[in-house]
T-cell receptor, first 113, second 112 residues
Framework: EAQVTQNPRYLITVTGKKLTVTCSQNMNHEYMSWYRQDPGLGLRQIYYSMNVEVTDKGDVPEGYKVSRKEKRNFPLILESPSPNQTSLYFC????????????FGPGTRLTVT | DAKTTQPPSMDCAEGRAANLPCNHSTISGNEYVYWYRQIHSQGPQYIIHGLKNNETNEMASLIITEDRKSSTLILPHATLRDTAVYYCIVRVVIWGGNQFYFGTGTSLTVIP
């Protein structure tokens, strides 16, 4: 089944403790992206990747890192999480960057205390 | 600087057409308009996209004005399962990369 998977789905952590949220897709998609969703603000793009080893900042990249060493994986790294990064995070992928639909993962709900 | 603006909420009677508007007055010539919807806190689901021409698929129709500064998503026969938040999105090409700007969405409630 074609899908985007994220792990973990729920995470509660403390300020400053490094964490990684994994994202994987099995559709051989070139474009992958991370979004965060906060009440009243809709979804905002954090980082995106046009292909392997090609990543770029989205609208709200501060406090996050990403890597794209393999086509299927696009992990989101929080080196030193802070409470303002408490949010619902979505990973998405698409065959290419434009003119096609993005497939979204189920979301990761992160709480930083 | 919002790329898209949408009304925060709308109601629609079951079986009637739902018309959801979106303004994207700063859109450039090569920027697509996409529509997604989100039910509760699930991952957004693709509905339709377009560049200049009107588009139709099995889910909805997308009407884009000639000047491309606004568009309307039409759900022809709304059902209760269409109750969701609908996002109008612009894809912006920046230095060869592609960023997607979601608005804050319209919460559509379909009323029996």
């Amino acid at each position: 089944e074609a899908q985007v998977t994220q792990n973990p789905r729920y995470l509660i952590t403390v300020t400053g403790k490094k964490l990684t949220v994994t994202c994987s897709q099995n559709m051989n998609h070139e474009y992958m992206s991370w979004y965060r969703q906060d009440p009243g603000l809709g979804l905002r793009q954090i980082y995106y990747s046009m292909n392997v080893e090609v990543t770029d900042k989205g609208d709200v990249p501060e406090g996050y890192k990403v890597s794209r060493k393999e086509k299927r994986n696009f992990p989101l790294i929080l080196e030193s999480p802070s409470p303002n990064q408490t949010s619902l995070y979505f990973c998405a992928s698409s065959l290419r960057s434009g003119g096609v639909e993005q497939y979204f993962g189920p979301g990761t709900r992160l709480t930083v205390t | 600087d919002a790329k898209t603006t949408q009304p925060p909420s709308m109601d629609c009677a079951e079986g009637r057409a739902a018309n959801l508007p979106c303004n994207h007055s700063t859109i450039s010539g090569n920027e697509y308009v996409y529509w997604y919807r989100q039910i509760h806190s699930q991952g957004p689901q693709y509905i339709i996209h377009g560049l200049k021409n009107n588009e139709t698929n099995e889910m909805a129709s997308l009407i884009i004005t000639e000047d491309r500064k606004s568009s309307t998503l039409i759900l022809p026969h709304a059902t209760l399962r269409d109750t969701a938040v609908y996002y109008c999105i612009v894809r912006v090409v920046i230095w060869g990369g592609n960023q997607f700007y979601f608005g804050t969405g319209t919460s559509l409630t379909v009323i029996p």
